[in-house]
């Protein structure tokens, strides 16, 4: 099974998006995979502009992770996630994994939105499915979830888990399927059925 690298988007351009003052983050493209899901359950439309605004986040926590700046990074956090992982704790975890986000380019496979979900607070939540591909053959994939409360509101970042794969349980560009099954993230749909 062949991966279609057309669609990589390198982490530097994520820091230029993150970095550039009142510069929007350019629109996903139609390859990358969206789900909507409303508060009924029922399908919703996501306007530019908070496609936009959360891929804006989402860039900025990244590539403030792959630089190292911890301080930046956890400022991203909504104020409860920060409660539940205090700073000291949090940045220690990271650093424990020196190879994360060390380099590479990350792909968003898939954005999936929700309105207003049962049991969270009210609002617009975004989760972006990522894959990133090292020099060393390695492979980092997760998801960032980030939340806003109101329209003009600002964007925190809600959740993430993200997964090493070592180059050596990847095979033609896919993990091994006994590792596929244990990683939280979203590859695609040929992918998540092929074994």
Request: hydrophobic share 45%; net charge neutral.
């Amino acid at each position: 099974m062949a991966i279609d690298r057309r669609r990589w988007l390198p982490l530097a351009a994520l820091g230029l998006i993150a970095s550039t003052t009142g510069a929007q983050a350019p629109p996903l493209g139609p390859e990358v995979e969206r789900v909507t899901t409303g508060a009924d359950d029922a399908a919703f439309t996501v306007a530019a502009a908070d496609e936009s605004a959360a891929m804006g986040r989402f860039a900025a926590y990244t590539m403030a992770l792959a630089k190292r700046d911890y301080a930046s990074a956890y400022a991203m956090l909504r104020l409860s996630f920060q409660a539940a992982n205090p700073r000291l704790e949090w940045e220690m975890n990271l650093r424990k994994r020196p190879t994360l986000w060390a380099d590479g380019t990350l792909r968003v496979l898939r954005v999936s939105w929700y309105a207003d979900p049962a049991g969270q607070p009210p609002g617009l939540y975004a989760a972006f499915d990522f894959r990133g591909d090292r020099k060393d053959g390695a492979m980092d994939c997760g998801y960032v979830a980030v939340h806003r409360t109101a329209p003009g509101a600002d964007w925190t970042v809600v959740r993430t888990d993200t997964s090493e794969v070592p180059g050596e349980l990847i095979e033609d560009g896919v993990p091994k399927a006994d590792v596929l099954r244990q990683l939280p993230c979203y590859l695609g749909k040929g992918i998540a059925t092929a074994f």
